[in-house]
């Protein structure tokens, strides 16, 4: 009696396991012998480029990513990146990124060097998130703060898209379908092979002495017209200011004077202020209105901040 109810139970426990194995699809490989798994994990896939809306591109890559990841969320960070300007588009990558969670998939397609010798790379950091895009420095603020976990080369043909890859839309052509391949589940590892070294940005940071910062007018606010500057936040407030305090800096080595506040509307419409900004950077408004229309100003630009009691320096 007890060897007949050993064996019932024995069949039972063989039963569940086949039948937990079953609902687990095993991975495939396709034509291209690319290992893919049938079960879509469905993460989201970020997209910024300096495309601008007045053309179909990003419509295009969109609908290339659609086509192979249809389950995927595909989000925008902005395709009004300045034209050309891989450190803005950095900024912006670096900015967003905390936001969103591992296995999250970054398409980022500032790209002045289409077509030539420089690399198409996936990129994972050490936060467990992926980056579709050029090997021309565009993910060194991510990796600085996030780490470096790996990097391959997009050189896998069944990564592309599936018919002759042009010279000057790579957006279309390979980052596009090789960001919806890895979002709909493909094995990165046969993208292509390790990159053991990344182009890296080597922006410039303001500098903090016994007179004070000098620093870089970086970018405009847009569409509010305001300025951004390199000066951390936490640098600024080593000089000694309060909130309140009138303060002269110099932008372009022209004096300006700037009331040091906490908000826009701590100061009347249409003047001017110094704030710190929700990046924690020094900022320059002026209160429902734009600074670089009022004063002509775009960026870069110079700018120094002498330290409390400092005199200003001679240009």
Not at 38 to 60: E, K, L, Q, R, Y
Not at 138 to 152: F, N, Q, Y
Not at 222 to 228: I, K, Q
Not at 287 to 308: A, D, E, T
Request: glycine share 8%; hydrophobic share 40%; charged share 20%.
């Amino acid at each position: 009696m007890f060897l007949r109810i050993r064996r019932v139970i024995s069949t039972v426990v063989a039963v569940i396991v086949l039948a937990g194995a079953c609902s687990k699809p095993p991975a495939t490989k396709d034509s291209e012998g690319t290992a893919q798994s049938s079960a879509n994990p469905h993460p989201t896939i970020v997209f910024m480029t300096d495309f601008g809306a007045a053309n179909d591109a990003a419509a295009i890559c969109r609908a290339v990513m659609a086509g192979i990841a249809p389950e995927s969320r595909i989000m925008d960070i902005t395709h009004q990146v300045t034209p050309y300007s891989i450190e803005e588009a950095s900024r912006f990558l670096a900015a967003v990124t905390p936001y969103y969670p591992a296995g999250t998939v970054f398409v980022a397609v500032i790209d002045p060097g289409v077509g030539t010798s420089r690399k198409a790379v996936i990129v994972k950091s050490k936060r467990g998130q992926y980056f579709v895009l050029p090997d021309n420095g565009l993910i060194s603020p991510v990796l600085d703060r996030d780490g470096l976990e790996s990097a391959r080369e997009i050189a896998n043909p069944g990564w592309m898209i599936q018919t002759a890859v042009s010279s000057t839309f790579h957006g279309r052509d390979i980052f596009s379908p090789a960001a919806a391949h890895l979002a709909a589940g493909w094995d990165y590892n046969l993208v292509g092979p390790r990159v053991s070294e990344l182009v890296r940005l080597n922006p410039k940071v303001s500098t903090t002495s016994e007179k004070g910062i000098d620093g870089e007018v970086i970018a405009l606010d847009d569409p509010f017209g305001s300025l951004v500057t390199d000066i951390p936040g936490d640098e600024f407030k080593s000089l000694g200011y309060n909130l309140g305090d009138k303060l002269v800096v110099q932008l372009n080595k022209k004096s300006v004077t700037l009331p040091y506040v906490k908000t826009f509307m701590d100061v009347r419409v249409g003047e001017t202020l110094l704030y710190i900004d929700s990046r924690g950077r020094v900022g320059i408004a002026v209160n429902q209105g734009s600074y670089s229309q009022k004063f002509n100003f775009l960026p870069p630009g110079s700018i120094h901040i002498p330290r409390k009691g400092q005199p200003l320096r001679e240009n």
